[in-house]
């Protein structure tokens, strides 16, 4: 964990602090569509004594799924098409979903519902922050499948004065942070590998670093 004081235009009403979790090899040897969660212990108590607001100044997944159709019959490290589109339990990933409840997220989900009485909703995006990907889809004009690789990194870095808004907490005292990130629909953002049993995408790939800023009002 990293910390700085940075003076503000306001009397230093500010204190701003700097936490960059990594989950180093917490993944390593996975090869199939293990959750993407693990625990950080931080190197020193971050306390906050009073409101502050979390941003997302940066992010690095080493790699996630892409490509993943559900059909027997056609190989995973081919893209989706037309005739063979990744249905509920396989597919590409349009948006990583991250939970961390010490952040407290407080941000709300809506989804069409076949009928409004039952009790149908997922609620996968619910307190969580959600990062949109777009989806990995390879295929030329005439619709026919390329072989690509079977996956690839995610990056969003220093995102500076457009940091993405995770949430307000007031104050509290942090030790250990626990992440999990899932795609749209509540699943794994790794599955097993196409024609080897490495993983998609493998165990070595399978780091990521998120940096945080917290901004205590004084």
């Not at 063979?84 to 990583?96: C, K, Q, S, V």
């Not at 809506?110 to 990062?131: I, Q």
């Not at 509540?186 to 080897?196: K, N, P």
Request: glycine share 8%; with cysteine; net charge neutral.
């Amino acid at each position: 964990m990293s910390s700085f004081n940075k003076s503000t235009v306001r009397e230093n009403n500010y204190k701003i602090r700097v936490v960059t979790l990594d989950s180093k090899t917490a993944f390593v040897g996975t090869v199939t569509d293990e959750d993407c969660s693990w625990k950080n212990y931080l190197a020193e108590p971050l306390i906050l004594k009073g409101t502050t607001e979390i941003y997302l100044e940066s992010i690095y997944i080493g790699g996630y799924k892409i490509n993943e159709t559900t059909s027997s019959t056609v190989d995973k490290r081919l893209a989706w098409n037309v005739s063979d589109p990744p249905a509920a339990d396989g597919g590409n990933i349009y948006y990583f979903c991250i939970g961390i409840p010490e952040f407290e997220i407080k941000s709300g989900v809506a989804e069409y519902r076949a009928n409004p009485d039952a009790s149908d909703m997922t609620g996968h995006m619910n307190k969580r922050f959600c990062l949109c990907q777009e989806p990995a889809l390879v295929g030329d004009i005439s619709g026919s499948v390329l072989p690509i690789n079977e996956s690839k990194p995610f990056i969003l870095g220093h995102l500076s004065k457009t940091s993405v808004f995770v949430s307000k907490i007031e104050p509290k005292t942090i030790n250990s942070i626990n992440i999990n990130i899932q795609d749209q629909d509540g699943r794994s953002i790794w599955t097993e590998g196409g024609a080897s049993a490495q993983g998609n995408p493998n165990g070595f790939l399978r780091r990521i670093f998120m940096q945080f800023i917290f901004v205590e009002k004084k």
